[in-house]
């Protein structure tokens, strides 16, 4: 039996199908391509979302904001999906009943947590100290900040993570993945980068622009450095949009 190969795509710039066994779009990725193209991949689609993206209720989005999620959530390529996957972005966030019956999972913030440890052998928060002393050199007072909140988490203060020491969902779906599939599969990234994000289809104006310590970067190349030593990924970006 051949060993499975699994797509993972996100929403950045030159993201492509290809034929695969399984095929895990982030968040809002699948708008990018036609329901043909989905089916020609051959590949059992699920979608991983974070509550934030699948949930807008709870979360302070401006009207035009909201009215741009919630049309991507009624459109067909989202609801044909039948395996979707949603993991909770912020502690004590409950969603309702009525709202999960259609996840065929959900992961609380533990749950994601005992997930990364499992594939990973660590869990948030993810620092790169080379980068936050660097970082020091360039804006110290926010480095400051950064480590100050990294301490507080070590210590067990805050359960609320800064984006900077918390991975992508792009990096969360290929650890579900590894989690699910094991070593044997192959596993290949699409529309997913290891570097800045200063633009964002579909979420442009939720961060304001940090140049040093951006959203998510350094924790995905942690997280990726560790998924790597135990399973093959290809189509790695390292420079992002």
């Not at 049309?71 to 409950?94: E, H, N, W």
């Not at 980068?193 to 979420?203: A, D, I, S």
């Not at 924790?219 to 992002?240: F, K, P, S, Y």
Request: aromatic residues 10%.
């Amino acid at each position: 039996m051949s060993k499975p190969h699994v797509l993972i795509v996100g929403s950045a710039p030159g993201a492509e199908l290809a034929p695969c066994d399984r095929v895990f779009f982030v968040n809002f990725s699948a708008l990018n391509f036609s329901d043909q193209a989905i089916a020609e991949t051959g590949a059992t689609p699920y979608l991983l979302a974070s509550s934030s993206a699948l949930f807008p209720d709870v979360y302070p989005y401006d009207g035009e904001t909201r009215t741009r999620i919630d049309g991507y959530l009624a459109d067909p390529r989202l609801t044909g999906i039948t395996r979707k996957i949603c993991y909770v972005s912020k502690p004590d966030y409950d969603p309702g009943v009525e709202a999960l019956k259609g996840l065929h999972h959900v992961m609380s913030p533990a749950d994601l947590n005992a997930l990364l440890v499992r594939v990973a052998g660590k869990a948030p928060p993810y620092l790169n100290w080379r980068h936050l002393l660097a970082g020091f050199r360039n804006d110290p007072s926010k480095a400051l900040m950064r480590f100050k909140e990294y301490r507080r988490a070590r210590l067990g203060r805050t359960r609320v993570l800064h984006s900077y020491f918390r991975p992508s969902g792009g990096l969360i779906a290929l650890a579900y993945a590894v989690d699910q599939f094991g070593p044997d599969a192959s596993y290949q990234l699409s529309g997913i980068t290891m570097g800045p994000r200063l633009t964002h289809r579909f979420f442009q104006n939720l961060h304001s622009p940090d140049q040093w310590f951006l959203p998510h970067v350094e924790a995905d190349r942690i997280l990726l450095e560790r998924l790597e030593r135990q399973v093959t990924v290809t189509g790695v970006q390292t420079r992002g949009s």
